[in-house]
């Protein structure tokens, strides 16, 4: 059976683009066009898209981090040590999906439906309360506007 990372790779491709500085031509009286670069990917290591998100920045050489609940608990056991997480105060998935998002520039939520369920629909919720962007992507079509990452945990694949 393939990992999750791999499984989200066969249906989303993406690739980390370094943008090249624009020149402006004489002329051009437009405002120069804003660029964001991804730093670090920010996540809460949960099974799924969680950890395809680390595993990404972790093959890229991207920075990464973000909180995990008490004891590095997830859905499959304990949280692999290679990913630099930091352990919330409870042993709360809400506890640390808010702070995750608190501390991010944006959020993406990657899901198999279109429709948000549970923790993912949390998330949305929690981006709303804290202002922040956030971007549904589903693999079944077109999503709603809403980058940390999230998405529904391995055994919801």
Known sequence: MKAVADR????????????????????????????????RIVSGGQTGADR???????????KHGGWCPKGR??????????????????????QRTE???????GTVIFTVMIRLTGGSKKTSNLARKHRKPCLHLSAAGTADPVGSLFGPTGSKF
Do not use: C
């Open 99 to 105: 702070w995750n998002v608190r501390d991010s520039d």
């Open 73 to 94: 608990r997830a859905e499959d056991g304990r949280i692999p040590g290679r990913y630099e997480l930091k352990e919330t105060q409870a042993t709360s998935y809400v």
């Open 8 to 39: 989200w790779k066969d249906r989303i491709k993406a690739e980390v683009l370094y943008p090249k500085p624009r020149r402006r031509t004489a002329g051009n009286r437009r405002k120069p066009v804003k660029q964001m670069i991804i730093k």
């Open 52 to 62: 395809a998100g680390l595993d990404f920045a972790i093959e890229h050489g991207l």
